[in-house]
């Protein structure tokens, strides 16, 4: 029975094709061009529609997001400025020993500084790990002026679901061991290697290749101190005001 | 005839067991029910759309252009469905945004607009995509919480993620202290999954065939073949 509907009008689409037959190639293809563009132009118009209907909110979605991720290296109420706002290229000749981050420079990766009344008081480093388990993990490192780390979290990693996935905070709370440490107050490797951070069963490479990035993160800091602490805070005119002068 | 489009979408014809398409994103994100169920509405309401959208226009399209037109149609209700779902369900797009674009490629869409929607009226051709939408969803979200037990040992994690905060509380940890069965999770342990599954149906149409032969051969001696589907 159901075999019968899959095929039930093959009849009629046969006398369909012999009465194309009678038109000249030409006018087919003018035709079956015609038709194709038609669709195209439909199809495409749809898509315009759903893309204006839900533009605004996909930008509310990135940009919380992205405020989310960054809010969550720190401890709340540590910054009362919005991240966004005063984020900062990585300026060529500005710093030196870029590499330590091994940031790619083709990704445009930014730095963010956290102020509070005007202070500064987070600076947020991004930084690969180009020897994980599987390729590069990347990562965000929040410092505090004084060189102690504030929180890290794995942006995106693609490491051994179950082993090697635990340097994810939604797996595992691993990854705040190193809140509260600095260049001094811990030995910076796994403790197979004589460190004093924990490695997983069944997968060292992933933590060790976290832990050396983190410090070198932190070398990068302190190499740097000076450039990222002459930083002001980016007061923007707010955008309250600009939509009244509008209005008016 | 609706019972058939019914039973063939659920059962006879199901896309996931039976015609074996789009496989690529049922093993790709069946690791949790969530996503399974993320993915599986994208594609039931991309196939319920292009199987609306070929009835409607089916005596419009000329033979010879008919598959462009077809995945022209089915890429742009992905599209759509793509940007819907970042506007609303924004998190679980993050995770499985790869496999929503997938969508488009995936062949049990097309099948059913080359081999049902081209045929039939609009009405059929919903319910068509409607049914097999479904039979596919429940495919995936059946296999999705196969590997998530075995492999998280919860259910339903992480539902917040597609219908908002209050369903945060759905989560069920089915083994308390469960240590992750890795195997589960990675991408062999689906295969072996549907596998079950499909033999799980196999052994179940098996064993009606036989029932149905037995009595057939009470009531009408030496027939070969008897439907007794709409008895």
Same mark, same amino acid.
């Given at each position: 029975m159901s075999d019968d509907l899959d095929n039930k009008i093959d009849t009629q689409n046969t006398d369909e094709t012999t009465e194309k037959q009678d038109l000249t190639v030409k006018q087919s293809i003018f035709r079956n061009a015609v038709g194709l563009a038609l669709f195209a132009f439909f199809t495409a118009g749809l898509i315009g529609i759903t893309q204006i209907a839900t533009k605004q909110r996909i930008e509310q979605n990135v940009k919380a997001f992205q405020q989310q991720s960054l809010l969550a290296l720190m401890q709340e109420g540590l910054i009362d400025n919005d991240l966004l706002e005063d984020?900062?290229? %990585?300026?060529?000749?500005? %710093?030196?020993?870029? /590499?330590?981050?091994?940031?790619?420079?083709?990704?445009?990766?930014?730095?963010?500084?956290? %102020?509070?009344?005007?202070?500064?008081?987070?600076?947020?480093?991004?930084v690969t790990a180009?020897?994980?388990?599987?390729?590069?993990?990347?990562?965000?490192?929040?410092?505090?002026?004084?060189?102690?780390?504030?929180?890290?979290?794995?942006? /995106?990693?693609? /490491?051994?679901?179950?082993?090697?996935?635990?340097?994810?905070?939604?797996?595992?709370?691993?990854?705040t061991d190193f809140n509260g440490k600095n260049l001094d107050n811990i030995r910076w490797n796994v403790t197979n290697d004589g460190g004093d951070f924990d490695a997983f069963t069944g997968a060292t490479i992933t933590p060790r290749a976290v832990v050396k990035s983190i410090k070198r993160a932190l070398d990068f800091y302190e190499l740097n101190k000076s450039v990222f602490l002459s930083h002001t805070q980016i007061i923007k005119p707010t955008a309250v005001l600009t939509s009244q002068l509008i209005q008016e | 005839m609706i019972k058939q489009i019914f039973v063939d979408g659920l059962w006879v014809k199901n896309p996931a067991l039976v015609q074996l398409l789009g496989l690529c994103p049922l093993l790709a994100v069946t690791g949790s029910v969530v996503n399974a169920l993320g993915l599986g509405l994208a594609t039931l309401v991309v196939i319920v759309g292009s199987n609306i959208a070929v009835s409607l226009i089916r005596s419009y399209?000329?033979?010879?252009?008919?598959?462009?037109?077809?995945?022209?149609?089915?890429?742009?209700l992905v599209t759509c469905a793509e940007l819907l779902m970042?506007?609303?369900?924004?998190?679980?797009?993050?995770?499985?945004?790869?496999?929503?674009?997938?969508?488009?490629?995936?062949?049990?869409?097309?099948?059913?607009?080359e081999g049902f929607a081209r045929k039939n009226t609009v009405w059929l051709s919903a319910l068509d995509g409607l049914f097999m939408g479904i039979g596919f969803l429940f495919v995936l979200v059946f296999l999705g919480a196969m590997r998530e037990v075995l492999g998280h040992g919860t259910?339903?994690?992480?539902?917040?993620?597609?219908?908002?905060?209050?369903?945060?509380?759905?989560?069920?940890?089915?083994?308390?202290?469960?240590t992750s069965f890795i195997f589960a999770i990675l991408p062999p342990g689906a295969f072996i999954g549907l596998g079950l599954i499909i033999a799980f149906k196999n052994l179940v149409d098996n064993q009606i065939e036989e029932r149905k032969k037995r009595f057939a051969t009470k009531v009408v001696a030496g027939a070969k073949r008897v439907r007794v589907t709409n008895a």
């Open positions: 984020q900062h290229d %990585f300026t060529q000749g500005k %710093f030196i020993n870029l /590499e330590l981050l091994n940031i790619d420079p083709k990704s445009k990766a930014k730095y963010f500084l956290g %102020f509070k009344n005007g202070q500064i008081k987070s600076i947020i480093l991004p180009p020897d994980g388990y599987t390729g590069n993990i990347d990562m965000l490192c929040a410092i505090s002026p004084n060189g102690d780390v504030l929180g890290v979290r794995v942006i /995106e990693h693609k /490491e051994t679901p179950g082993l090697g996935d635990k340097i994810d905070i939604k797996k595992d709370d691993w990854i | 399209v000329p033979d010879t252009i008919r598959l462009p037109a077809f995945v022209m149609i089915i890429a742009s970042q506007a609303y369900a924004f998190e679980l797009y993050q995770i499985i945004s790869l496999f929503v674009s997938l969508i488009v490629t995936n062949c049990a869409i097309l099948g059913r607009a259910l339903f994690d992480g539902m917040e993620l597609l219908l908002g905060p209050a369903a945060a509380d759905l989560k069920i940890v089915v083994f308390e202290d469960y």
